[in-house]
T-cell receptor, first 115, second 113 residues
Framework: EADIYQTPRYLVIGTGKKITLECSQTMGHDKMYWYQQDPGMELHLIHYSYGVNSTEKGDLSSESTVSRIRTEHFPLTLESARPSHTSQYLC??????????????FGPGTRLTVL | QKEVEQDPGPLSVPEGAIVSLNCTYSNSAFQYFMWYRQYSRKGPELLMYTYSSGNKEDGRFTAQVDKSSKYISLFIRDSQPSDSATYLCAMSAGTGGSYIPTFGRGTSLIVHP
């Protein structure tokens, strides 16, 4: 089983709140990713990182920001949550130069509801 | 048009049936093809991957790629209730050192006893 953790698992907050979704991995992977997943829909890449101090926007930045100060930690922050941010957020990691398959190991996800 | 198309289902089959899950895609640059399995309230986990065209077998699972038709399949033999999950196809071009995959929306599979 992959050693990648996400907290909280479930979060219900009001509109306008600032929130940070935590993601940590103990595999020493350089690459980390954040995806948004709605029921029955594709995974949409929000942000990714190739290593410390590296962050890139994906197809769906969703008005969020990320930071990568430590290899094992890749938090996602929403400065002002809106109901449209209600979704499941998945964090993943993979080895740098792990090969073309770039096997991604996913965390269990954070289910966010913004009222 | 989405780059990767996948029927969301649900697909309901009896235990022991052969299951066929499929994806079509439009980007001819895709070379690497993956299948992930996602159980309820869990993150996806890699099941199988293939490169270019051809078949790959792993136990009860067979992945098949037909690049000429831009069509990939996952077959599950002797399906079990524990196979009930959402199966996501994913694919990448593998160019420029970036292998970030594009995912399908997943097919929900229900195997009933």
């Amino acid at each position: 089983e992959a050693d990648i953790y996400q907290t909280p698992r479930y979060l219900v907050i009001g509109t306008g709140k600032k929130i940070t979704l935590e993601c940590s991995q103990t595999m020493g992977h350089d690459k980390m990713y954040w995806y948004q997943q709605d029921p029955g829909m594709e995974l949409h890449l929000i942000h990714y990182s190739y290593g410390v101090n590296s962050t890139e926007k994906g197809d769906l930045s969703s008005e969020s920001t990320v930071s990568r100060i430590r290899t094992e930690h890749f938090p996602l922050t929403l400065e002002s949550a809106r109901p449209s941010h209600t979704s499941q957020y998945l964090c993943a990691s993979s080895e740098l130069g792990g090969g073309p398959t770039d096997t991604q190991y996913f965390g269990p996800g954070t289910r966010l509801t913004v009222l | 048009q989405k780059e990767v198309e996948q029927d969301p289902g649900p697909l309901s089959v009896p235990e022991g049936a052969i299951v066929s899950l499929n994806c079509t895609y439009s980007n001819s640059a895709f070379q690497y093809f993956m299948w992930y399995r996602q159980y309820s309230r869990k993150g996806p986990e890699l099941l199988m991957y293939t490169y270019s065209s051809g078949n790959k077998e792993d136990g009860r699972f067979t992945a098949q790629v037909d690049k000429s038709s831009k069509y990939i399949s996952l077959f599950i033999r002797d399906s079990q209730p524990s196979d009930s999950a959402t199966y996501l196809c994913a694919m990448s071009a593998g160019t420029g050192g970036s292998y970030i995959p594009t995912f399908g929306r997943g097919t929900s599979l229900i195997v009933h006893p």
